[in-house]
């Protein structure tokens, strides 16, 4: 992605401090994903073992306006307008946790239709989708994106560690109800985890259900970022090419994307550092590489006043050195 001069804090707009709606930050699925973060951090209904925010403490299943629609679209609002043409590709709710959690998602997703032409995604978990407002809600989007990492309810208690009434018979059942009514692109997305769903067994399951299902696509994503829990490891190379082979021709491996994240609409280093990795833990050449209108010494003496001010914390995975919001339960 080539970066417009503009980007570096010049734009209208760049002046107000946004606190829900971040980048572009570059996705493979999504191109240049301006992001909407309808909940706080972290609210969700699954406690992923993968999950790069950390552990869900506690486990929250209630929807509710977890922060009001007219500021989330203030800020729609305003990034659109700070962005030329072609900067943006999509406007996607990827939240701190589940996004359909928020009661408003229906109206938000509408709303912001209303404001532009670009389509709007949703990344989800899928779990509430056996709701039929759910559904309807989520009808109003370009892109749907739900998970499906187990073939049964085992491993689907093993890997997403649900709230206790979310079966995987109702994550199955909501999933292809939504299919039934849905026109837009239906994108599932496969988190494999190593020893866990890299098995024939288990890739058989989630194949028989993904045909059930018939999304448009499948997305085969692995566990880079911290996980939730230390022991999670991406599948060798063996079990990715079995993955593969077994989720047939729609399915497609996504590789983390490169590309420059936008952090123009914050006026403080800290602001800048704080929003990003609230929702996207960094690796730390990514972050420096990211904050590039910052010298380095100045990163590191904000990462350095965020740490003592219980703001961040570094992570170590895979051997590379993460940072993320301090809140984030990483044992
Ligand atoms: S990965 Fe997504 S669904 Fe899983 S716990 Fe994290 S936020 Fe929730």
Known sequence: MTRHPVQQGERAGANHKMDLVFGPVPSR?????????????KTCNWNCVYCQLGRTVPLVNERREYVPREKILAEVRQALTAHAPGEIDWVTFVGSGEPTLHIGL???????????????AV??????????QVRQ???????VLPTLDASNAQLYRKINRPWPRLTFERLLDGLTAFRQVYHGQLWIEVMLVKGLNDTEDALRGIAAALQRIEPDQVHINLPIRPPAEPWVQPPDETGLMRATAILGDIAQVVHPARGIFDLSGHNTL???IVSIITRHPMREDELVRA???WTPGQVEEALQALIASGQAQRV?????RFWSAAVSHHP
């Not at 229906?106 to 709007?120: E, F, H, N, S, Y």
């Not at 170590?316 to 590379?320: D, L, P, S, Y």
């Open 29 to 41: 699925r999504l191109g240049k994903s301006l992001g909407i973060d309808p909940i706080s951090l």
């Open 106 to 120: 229906g109206r938000l997703i509408r709303q912001v239709k209303a404001m532009t032409d670009l389509p709007v």
């Open 123 to 132: 990344i989800t978990n899928g779990s509430q989708l056996y709701l039929p």
């Open 137 to 143: 809600e989520l009808s109003a989007a370009d892109a």
């Open 270 to 272: 800290v602001d800048a």
């Open 291 to 293: 904050l590039e209108r």
């Open 316 to 320: 170590e995975c895979h051997g590379a």
